[in-house]
């Protein structure tokens, strides 16, 4: 079995990249791949809790999120200096997530057999 790493970087709902990304995510999991994320930069926005898609008529993120664990998608890494950056705490996140610090990010991804950037 090989390990993933989608990393993310892009906002939520800009586009189709990031509903095709976790299209990805899940079914890369889907085959039993062992899955994980990194987000970074404005993609913390992602696990942001409350969201209104319905508002700009987009499909909610959100509820995939939530159903990463039913995948068994366990490992969602956030870079600390983005999520602060941004204004956001763990405690306006959606899901459970593992921190790390930017100087980390390179070990992390080094840890993947395949390493997916959106």
């Known amino acids: 079995m090989k ?3 989608f990393v993310m ?7 189709s990249k ?7 995510v899940l079914i890369a999991a889907a085959f039993d791949q062992q899955v994980s994320m990194l987000l970074l930069d404005d993609a913390v926005y992602h696990l942001q809790k409350d969201q209104l898609s319905e508002q700009i008529a987009c499909k909610d993120i959100a ?13 969602i ?7 602060t950056e941004r204004g956001l705490s763990q405690d306006e996140l959606l899901i459970p997530i593992t921190l790390i ?11 993947f057999d395949v390493v997916l950037s959106a």
């Open 3 to 5: 390990s993933f790493l």
């Open 9 to 15: 970087q892009a906002a939520a709902y800009r586009g």
């Open 18 to 24: 990031v509903q095709e990304v976790l299209d990805q």
């Open 63 to 75: 509820a995939i999120y939530r159903s990463l664990e039913i995948y068994d998608i366990e490992n």
């Open 77 to 83: 890494y956030v870079e600390q200096d983005s999520l």
């Open 101 to 111: 610090k930017r100087h980390e990010i390179t070990a992390t991804i080094n840890r």
